[in-house]
């Protein structure tokens, strides 16, 4: 139980384009997602959390702009990088939580985006 | 905000030999510590976890301890394997229903 499916595994795009990624939960219902971005050899740094039916909260730093998330049901949240840059290049991992506060999150397989 | 800390960034040790990782937090309102052990190119997955109300919790060769007061707390794996070589993550969740605060990573090196 507790599957969450991310798609697409990798993606290569222009700078300049948009790529959107898809997070849903298969097997149960999340009120909560959140994205986390990870650099090649370093830590998961939390974007954002993504609530069902009402906006997201960004983290500092995080362009909410640049990366527009939507969570329109309770099993599906999206990540939308606008305008890529190269150095938007980055892993992209989205998680969800079984229950509330402290549960386990439970992992996508995570989107290498590669903006050339 | 919540902050961990986490040593070491490397470790290697012999297999069968057991490996210690440990991490530091710092909202004393955080409640819930898991870890997480991520292969090159694969999602996080949780190998364990402990809440506040508890000081140490085991799993076969796994083990975790907790030490509010210090507000640290650790992963102990023995008889290492080599299906044991990965980068583990701790991470605690700031008392709240945000997001887990990672520890930046230990890789962990099992020699044959």
């Known amino acids: 139980g507790a599957v969450v499916s991310q798609h697409p595994s990798w993606v290569i795009c222009k700078s300049g384009t948009s790529v959107k990624i898809e997070c849903r939960s298969l097997d149960f219902q999340a009120t909560t997602m959140f994205w986390y971005r990870q650099f090649p050899k370093q830590s998961l740094m939390l974007m954002a959390t993504s609530n069902e039916g009402s906006k997201a909260t960004y983290e500092q730093g995080v362009e909410k702009d640049k990366f527009l998330i939507n969570h329109a049901s309770l099993t599906l949240s999206t990540l939308t990088v606008t305008s890529a840059h190269p150095e938007d290049s980055s892993f992209y991992i989205c998680?969800?939580?079984?229950?509330?506060?402290?549960?386990?999150?439970?992992f996508g397989n995570g989107t290498r985006l590669t903006v050339t | 905000g919540e902050n961990v800390e986490q040593h070491p960034s490397t470790l290697s040790v012999q297999e069968g030999d057991s490996a210690v990782i440990k991490c530091t937090y710092s909202?004393?309102?955080?409640?819930?510590f898991p870890w997480y052990k991520q292969e090159l190119g694969k999602r996080p997955q949780l190998i364990i976890d402990?809440?506040?109300?508890?000081g140490e919790k085991k799993d076969q060769r796994i083990a975790v301890t907790l030490n509010k007061t210090a507000k640290h707390f650790s992963l102990h794996i023995t008889e290492t394997q080599p299906e044991d070589s990965a980068v583990y993550f701790c991470a605690a969740n700031g008392g709240g229903a945000d997001g887990l605060t990672f520890g930046k990573g230990t890789h962990l090196i099992i020699q044959p």
């Open positions: 402990i809440r506040s109300n508890v």
């Open positions: 998680s969800a939580m079984v229950g509330r506060y402290n549960s386990p999150l439970h």
């Open positions: 909202d004393s309102a955080s409640n819930y």
